[in-house]
């Protein structure tokens, strides 16, 4: 019988070590992932500029062609202003419809359908249960 009981403490401490190293792994965890953002969010910010340089430079160049075939400044400005327009209303459809999937509106749809079933369900039996 006591041969029983050290064999479930130490089965016990077993898996209470085994928990203690997990949480000491989420915490490195978490301390790298923390050392790892402000390197990530540097590389980010470099490549907005790096990607903002190269569309600034694509419109003048765009300009300067649509210049050089229409040989008229205001129509290559017009031009240019019109695809930064049309860029800009295909980036914000793009963002929209990504909120419209982070809502997730058909899984809360969903939810408050089958919530609903269970609340009416107990209702239903007791209904039934009365008119029998």
Aim: aromatic content about 10%; some cysteine.
């Amino acid at each position: 019988m006591m041969q029983v009981f050290e064999e479930i403490s130490e089965l016990v401490s077993g898996k209470l070590k085994l928990y203690q190293t997990l949480a000491k792994m989420v915490k490195l965890e978490a301390r790298l992932a923390g050392l790892s953002i402000f390197p990530m969010m540097m590389t980010l910010a470099i490549l907005i500029v790096f990607c903002l340089s190269f569309w600034v430079s694509s419109l003048i160049l765009l300009g300067y062609l649509l210049y050089q075939v229409f040989h008229s400044f205001l129509i290559a400005i017009v031009l240019v202003v019109i695809l930064n327009v049309v860029s800009v209303a295909l980036a914000i459809r793009a963002l929209i419809s990504n909120i419209k999937n982070l809502s997730f509106a058909r899984t809360r749809k969903y939810l408050l359908h089958q919530h609903g079933k269970d609340n009416n369900e107990p209702q239903e039996k007791k209904n039934n249960q009365t008119t029998q």
